[in-house]
Structure formats: C-alpha cells, structure tokens
C-alpha cells in the first residue's frame, strides 16, 4: 500500500530565503508523485507532479521537486520565498497501474516571515 | 473554462442527520473522487465514481454513499452524521480511471457537525 511521511509539522522562512519542504513515500512500483498547496479555507491546488522521465521536475509558482528513487523522497525546493507562498503544503502519491486515488501526507505548515 | 465546483460551501448539521454534497467537474472530466480532510490532517479517499458506478473505495463505512449522474456531476451523502465527520469534504475531478492522472481539487465544503 502507497504511503507518504512529510517529517516536517511547520516550517518558518524569512522572505527570499530559500526552502525545501521534504517528502518521503512508501510505494511499491514506480509512483506517480505530487505537491498540492492549499491556502487557509481552499481547495487544493497542484503545484507539479512527476510520472516519468526527468527526475528533476518543474512546477508553477517557481517551484521544482526532485524524484530521488534511491531515497524515496520527492523533495519540494524553491530558491527564493515570496510571503504569498505562505501556506499549506501536501505531498502525494498515486499508483502506476490499477486504482488511481491519491495517498496524501499530513502536510507542512510554511510560514513566511518579512 | 470552470473548474470544480462544490456546493454548499458551509454547512452544519446536528448529529444523526442526513447530508448531501455536491461537486461538478471540470470541463472534460468524467471522473470524480471524493476526500475528506479533517482539520490539521491531509485529505484521505473516500470513493471515486466513473461511468455512474464506483470503481473504488476507501477505509470509509457504508454510512458514506455517492452518486455519479450522466453529466458525470456527482453527490456525497453522509447517513447517521457523528461529531467526528466534522471536516473539509473535498471533490477531485479527473480524466479517466485506472492510473493517476493529476486531479484537480474543487473549494469543498466544510460540514459542521454539532
């Protein structure tokens, strides 16, 4: 069965300091992967997703994660914070064949201080 | 182009009631799956619809039922309502079934139970 760990409850950066949010999944094939962000009262909104190919992939809102298969991890990077980024971040995971749902991590909280 | 789109936004009820939610998909879609997102956690699969049947479900009792109609907007229905399905109830859409294709997340609805 998938499973994602998002090791990190909350995060707190100064604005235009770098970040990355860490994602650790549990899968046995190759998974799709993916970061949704959520802001305080809203819906979900994807930020990038991997299925295959480059393991370095880009994503809205100048954000890039990294597939590392060695370490199961799907890291989300941003060199620079902007105080809108200010929000909640989830990792997911989907299988590669079969069932379609999405596993979801408990997410990480980002907040952006001037 | 609409998004996914959910109604009501807000809604309470008291304990042992009956509600129902409401989700259109977004433009092309076929495929809806609903999640619930209890406050501090990330969205757990309730059940996925697709051709007006449900092609999957989640760790979720029979309390939880669904429907999917021809113009593939769906409903979730909650029997019995308990203190604990307090929670964010969002509605993905989707293009097909059987592997993960990104989804894209409507607002939800926020269910209050008292």
């Known amino acids: 069965a998938q499973s994602v760990t998002q090791p990190d409850i909350h995060i707190t950066v100064s604005e235009g300091a770098s970040l990355e949010l860490r994602c650790n999944y549990s899968y046995g094939a190759t998974p799709y992967l993916f970061w949704y962000v959520q802001s305080p009262g809203q819906g979900l909104q994807l930020l990038l997703k991997y299925f295959s190919g480059d393991t370095l992939v880009q994503g809205i809102k100048g954000f890039e994660a990294e597939f590392k298969r060695s370490q199961s991890s799907f890291n989300l990077r941003k060199p620079s914070v902007h105080w809108s980024d200010a929000a909640e971040y989830f990792c997911?995971?989907?299988?590669?064949?079969?069932?379609?749902?999405?596993?979801f991590g408990t997410g990480t909280r980002l907040t952006v201080i001037p | 182009d609409a998004g996914v789109t959910q109604s009501p936004t807000h809604l309470i009820k008291t304990r042992g009631q009956q509600v129902t939610l409401r989700c259109s998909p977004k433009s092309g879609h076929d495929t809806v799956s609903w999640y619930q997102q209890a406050l501090g956690q990330g969205p757990q699969f309730i059940f996925q619809?697709?051709?007006?049947?449900?092609?999957q479900r989640g760790n979720f009792p029979d309390r939880f039922s669904g429907h999917q109609f021809p113009n593939y907007s769906s409903e979730l229905n909650v029997n019995a309502l308990l203190l604990g399905d307090s929670a964010l109830y969002l509605c993905a859409s989707s293009f097909g079934t059987g592997r993960t294709y990104e989804q894209y997340f409507g607002p939800g609805t926020r269910l209050t139970v008292t």
């Open positions: 997911a995971v989907g299988a590669s064949t079969g069932a379609n749902n999405l596993f």
């Open positions: 619809y697709y051709e007006e049947e449900e092609r």
